[in-house]
């Protein structure tokens, strides 16, 4: 084979090498495509037109999203659901982001038996949404669930309750529930932060004399913003996503009386319809779908930015 084949093929072979290159990433921006920027768009497109069932009628411009705000029953029903939403965020922020640095803190320690425990708080995330929904709706049933009668043999009957049919202890319930489920991706999240912190800053700040509480705020939690940052940004979009839990555990109506109603559970009922027979809005549920995706985006944004300015002055 002379020189000037060689060469021919080695130019080939680089021409292939560089098509593959681009062509790599095709399989995964076509998945993307079909399966997240085109239900995007489409939300989009269907947020501006009327609809007669699954019927789209005439181009109505941004009137859904003017009917979401301010036409009755629309309106109450998004402010409601947007206002467990927050609290929602709130409570998953304290209980589950709280509880779980304070366990993965105690890991850090080195405690005896740390790995049993970690794959202990881990094991909740393996299961299916709607199975750990169903499993804590037979536990929270009112009636022979092991919650009343757990309350009733250790004498705390006035502590007993319907737990999912009270509308002032439902939407709380099922955030705790979540809580639970999330809490070990929390902790992973957080010990491996504070894995990553400098030993050799924390035995000099323990040679200066902080400990406890001190050591922690001063040493540990600036150095582990990346980790609170990631939780943050992750529980909030959950919270602003919280779906499967509240179908599972309540339907698509919110019960009782719409107290456990989220964003995503509206959004469900208004594109497919109630399970109560109520007709489906595919125009409302698209402007509903694209505020809640802006809202979630633009937060994000907003609070990584804000994050980010915050751990270079720190």
Known sequence: MNETNIKRIDKKQRRWKRWGIHLFPLPALIIYGLFIVYPLIAALMYSFFDWNGIVRGAFVGLKNFKNLFTLEPFSGMFWNAFRHNIIYFVIQMVVQNGLAFLLAFVLYKKIRGAEFFKLAFFLPRLLSVIVVGFLWKLILNPNFGALNAILGKIGLESLQKAWLGDPKSALITIILVNCWFG?????????????????????AATLDGAKGFTMIRKIILPLMIPSIMIMTVLTFIQSFEAFELVYAMQGSMGEPYFSTDTLAVYFYRLAFGGSSGESSAIGLGSALAVVLFLFISIFTVLFLKFTQKKEVEM
């Open 183 to 203: 809490l070990g991706f929390g902790v992973l999240i957080f010990l491996a932060g504070l894995q990553a912190v400098p030993t050799e800053l924390t035995e």
